[in-house]
């Protein structure tokens, strides 16, 4: 049950576009097109943001999108606005059980 | 509105017991596998455990295994989390969430707010 391995920190200007990466193995990322992201503010609860790899909830924007290379998912964020400052979760189904990644602290300058 | 409503959060001593609550609205609980996700202060997001719609199978991560027991009443709409010989490490903000389908395997879709654990003398 090891955790997934995401960059500590991303950050990008206004209307600029960042790409968060989540690498896993072939137990987890590449084994299963399960692969989620959650959007976290400060002391509030994580929002679903991506869900099986591509697909958007609805009322989550379109700037946000997510895909999948072997054992690497990656989350985007096109047009950078400063509420999309906050931590970012990938995770993955494997065997039953459901491993995170370690989070990614997104700034927006 | 669909809604999860966490509590029995709490300050605890080592080796102490805790059950937590979730109790659930606006959507049909017995279809849906719910799930406990914890957060440690300042620290990122990890899976506890897991229980089908049926509450028949559930699934634990492995630092609570014999410790902790998940387990839900349909008839309440309310999942539980009984925790038993809790430690430091336990020390978290513990998350319900709802599976966004029927299949164990699919996101987390709907989050309650959280409840503090904290396991200190």
């Known amino acids: 049950q090891s955790a997934l391995t995401q960059p500590a920190s991303v950050s990008g200007s206004p209307g600029q576009s960042i790409t968060i990466s989540c690498t896993g193995s072939s137990s987890d990322v590449g084994g299963y097109n399960y692969v989620s992201w959650y959007q976290q503010h400060p002391d509030k609860a994580p929002k679903l943001m991506i869900y099986?790899?591509?697909n958007r909830p609805s009322g989550v924007s379109n700037r946000f999108s997510g895909s999948k290379s072997g054992n690497t998912a990656s989350l985007t964020i096109s047009g950078l606005q400063a509420e999309d400052e906050a931590d970012y979760y990938c995770s993955s189904y494997t065997n039953y059980i459901v491993v995170f990644g370690g989070g990614t602290k997104l700034t927006v300058l | 509105e669909v809604q999860l409503l966490e509590s029995g959060g709490g300050l605890v001593q080592p080796g102490g017991s805790l059950r937590l609550s979730c109790a659930a609205s606006g959507f049909t609980f017995n279809a849906f596998a719910m799930t406990w996700v914890r957060q440690a202060p300042g620290k990122g997001l990890e899976w506890v455990s897991s229980i089908s719609g049926s509450g028949s199978s559930t699934y634990y991560t492995d630092s609570v295994k014999g410790r902790f027991t998940i387990s839900r009443d349909n008839s309440k709409n309310t999942l539980y989390l009984q925790m038993n010989s809790l430690r430091a490490e336990d020390t978290a903000v513990y998350y319900c969430?709802?599976?966004?389908?029927?299949?164990?395997?699919?996101?987390?879709?709907?989050w309650g707010q959280g409840t503090m654990v904290t396991v200190s003398s």
């Open positions: 969430a709802k599976y966004r389908t029927t299949m164990i395997a699919s996101a987390f879709d709907i």
């Open positions: 099986e790899v591509t």
